[in-house]
């Protein structure tokens, strides 16, 4: 199995850019795709953006796209989500996810445990 765990999330103002990051543990991190969701309170969890296993694709939620940059350094078991142009409804707790194939659907098997992401106006 997979174990992953987020950071870099914290409290900033509309406009402004975050990156996170997701480093994994326990099984070879170049043979998991990764992906990246987030949970607003009272809301689903939304797609962010998935990223396949060698980083040669990349998909990108509607809302997102444009946006956020998804990238992944397996060297040093790492997934990242670099966000620009942060929104007051980017405010959500942001999870990232490992798994066979990066599906947009949150049907991954392996979760972090998130890291949330505040935007003020």
């Known amino acids: 199995q997979v174990q992953l765990v987020e950071f870099g999330g914290g409290s900033v103002q509309a406009g402004d850019s975050l990156r996170l990051s997701c480093t994994a543990s326990?099984?070879?991190?170049?043979?998991?795709?990764m992906a990246w969701f987030r949970q607003a309170p009272g809301k689903e969890q939304e797609f962010v953006s998935s990223?396949?296993?060698?980083?040669?694709?990349?998909y990108y939620g509607e809302s997102v796209e444009g946006r956020f940059t998804i990238s992944r350094d397996n060297a040093k078991n790492t997934a990242y989500l670099e966000m620009n142009s942060l929104k007051p409804e980017d405010t959500a707790i942001y999870y990232c996810?490992?798994?066979?194939?990066?599906?947009?659907?949150?049907?991954?098997?392996?979760w972090g445990q998130g890291t949330q992401v505040t935007v003020s106006s």
């Open positions: 996810a490992a798994g066979s194939v990066p599906t947009s659907r949150p049907v991954y098997p392996y």
């Open positions: 326990g099984r070879t991190f170049a043979g998991y795709a």
């Open positions: 990223i396949t296993r060698s980083g040669a694709s990349t």
